[in-house]
């Protein structure tokens, strides 16, 4: 790998600072295009610079500021949790850690299929939410009704779209049927769905359980992939 500035090409006297990957022996053409397009993320640079986890925290952070939903003394469930963006993002927002000592202290559960390294505040487990009744592990560790349940769920790629897209819906519509379950009247679902098509039942579903419910593409999300978010507030009960 080479990085290297490619030089001065705008004219305006500002560096072109865009990093090339070369491709290299045993590496794939596409793994070097990832690596390629993670050294030039703003939101990669961004999230080390802010001590987050992953780029991913800049989505729920965009997400929240249109819609509001992590405040203090919110209880949150995050399906999907791993390395752990949305978590940090909700500790601070919800005031976890009690740093507002005013304001409600909120509760954080975070679920993932991998291990996490632990994060102050939240309690963290490691589950496949699809296996069976994994619902109930989490209802069990929750110990009551969530206030918000957000799941930035995704199966790894299996390279073909409308597979990828079909496991993006079930993940997603496992989360809407646990929230329905255990969100607290007014409580907020948010999940991460793929363009394609299946999105319309969930969609239908989610409408007649909450008051508004808006399809968002934060800006932080990717403008080549066709993830988006739904945002469902007001769960009528
Ligand atoms: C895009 S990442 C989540 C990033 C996270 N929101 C953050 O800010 O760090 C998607 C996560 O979904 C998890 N996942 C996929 N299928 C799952 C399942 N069946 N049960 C639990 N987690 C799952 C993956 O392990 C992965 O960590």
């Not at 865009?18 to 053409?29: D, E, F, I, L, Y």
């Not at 390395?83 to 000592?101: D, E, I």
Request: proline share 3%; glycine share 10%; net charge positive.
């Amino acid at each position: 790998m080479a990085k290297k500035p490619t030089g001065n090409t705008s004219g305006r006297g500002q560096r072109d600072l865009t990093v090339k990957v070369k491709s290299a022996r045993g590496r794939k053409m596409s793994s070097t295009l990832w690596l390629q397009r993670q050294l030039n993320d703003p939101y990669v640079k961004r999230a080390k610079a802010d001590g987050y986890r992953g780029r991913a925290a800049y989505k729920i952070l965009e997400l929240d500021d249109k819609y509001r939903f992590l405040v203090p003394g919110a209880r949150i469930v995050d399906l999907g949790a791993a390395p752990g963006g949305w978590c940090q993002v909700a500790v601070k927002r919800c005031n976890v850690l009690g740093q507002k000592t005013s304001k409600a202290q909120g509760t954080i559960l975070g679920v993932d299929l991998q291990e996490m390294e632990p994060i102050a505040g939240c309690e963290l487990h490691q589950l496949d939410f699809m296996e069976d009744d994994a619902d109930l592990k989490v209802k069990e560790w929750l110990g009551g009704k969530a206030d918000v349940v957000m799941s930035d769920m995704a199966a790894s790629a299996s390279g073909h779209k409308q597979t990828d897209h079909l496991r993006i819906i079930a993940l997603c519509e496992a989360a809407a049927y646990f929230a329905f379950d255990v969100l607290e009247e007014g409580g907020t679902f948010v999940a991460k769905v793929l363009a394609g098509g299946a999105e319309g039942d969930l969609q239908k579903l989610l409408k007649t359980k909450f008051t508004k419910v808006a399809n968002v593409k934060p800006p932080a999300s990717r403008s080549d992939s066709s993830e988006k978010f739904v945002v469902a507030t007001g769960f009528k009960g």
